[in-house]
């Protein structure tokens, strides 16, 4: 039986996460918050996405703001994230079989950034928003209507120019308790980056587990603007004690891909 379902933070985000990625987080951004040094520093970064998994998809967009106006510096950092999930799974319990979910995600929250010369850290403190919408509704499912919650999240990565890509990504909300971890490992080429990822994704009533791999590619499209885009793909494994399919899908290939702008 497929009943219960998962929003969780980016990318990127991330992009991520459900907070369904935050996606999101997130996804690929974060290869820029460490940037080289440029003759024009760099405030904002604006990022968005998608990612597809069996019977899900989840769109998302989201800006990170420096107050002191340079990423490349020490200092404290405003974010903003909006997600949209779409997703069907199967259930014995409401007529027809079939329960079609609608939800949604949003967050706000503020960091503090910390540079050193091999990496970056940020760490996130804020609140978040998720609603689902289940048609027919499906009293057994435990993600279901409206939830604010406290979320913290945080992100490790590598130097922007060392030959080792790594990072490490996660947040968690008390919205239907939340969480989306990445790791990523790869070869930094200078215009690209590819390697291996592993994610572990869930909540109240889903939990799942990903294995795949990543490219990025780094354009410079002016000296005060730069752009990145990510694709990634693998394979969705899925606790079938936690339910088969949710907001980020059911057992299977996954995907995406997500775009971000620095300037």
């Known amino acids: 039986m497929r009943q219960n379902s998962w929003i969780a933070g980016a990318a990127a985000s991330l992009i991520g996460a459900f907070t369904v990625a935050s996606a999101a987080h997130a996804e690929g951004l974060k290869d820029y918050y460490a940037p080289e040094p440029l003759v024009t520093p760099k405030s904002t970064v604006t990022f968005s996405g998608s990612d597809w998994s069996k019977d899900a998809s989840y769109f998302y967009s989201g800006v990170i703001y420096a107050l002191n106006r340079d990423l490349g510096r020490d200092g404290f950092v405003l974010r903003g994230f909006a997600g949209v999930a779409q997703y069907e799974y199967d259930t014995d319990v409401v007529f027809g079989g079939v329960v079609d979910g609608d939800g949604v995600q949003g967050d706000v929250m503020i960091g503090y950034m910390w540079h050193r010369d091999y990496m970056t850290f940020i760490g996130y403190v804020g609140v978040e928003y998720q609603d689902y919408d289940l048609t027919p509704n499906d009293p057994t499912n435990s993600v279901n209507g409206s939830e604010v919650g406290f979320k913290v999240a945080a992100d490790l990565v590598a130097a922007y120019d060392s030959p080792i890509y790594w990072s490490i990504n996660g947040t968690y909300s008390t919205a239907f308790d939340s969480y989306?971890?990445?790791?990523?490992?790869?070869?930094?080429?200078?215009?690209?980056?590819?390697?291996?990822?592993?994610?572990?994704?869930?909540n109240d009533g889903f939990e799942a587990q990903r294995a795949g791999g990543f490219v990025t590619l780094r354009h410079e499209l002016s000296p005060a603007l730069l752009s990145e885009i990510t694709g990634y793909v693998g394979h969705q494994f899925?606790?079938?004690?936690?339910?088969?399919?949710?907001?980020r899908g059911g057992e299977g290939v996954y995907g995406g891909v997500s775009f971000s702008l620095v300037f």
Request: hydrophobic share 35%; no cysteine.
């Open 180 to 202: 989306w971890a990445r790791g990523r490992i790869g070869y930094n080429a200078g215009r690209f980056v590819i390697g291996p990822e592993v994610t572990a994704l869930g």
């Open 238 to 247: 899925v606790d079938d004690d936690n339910g088969s399919s949710g907001s």
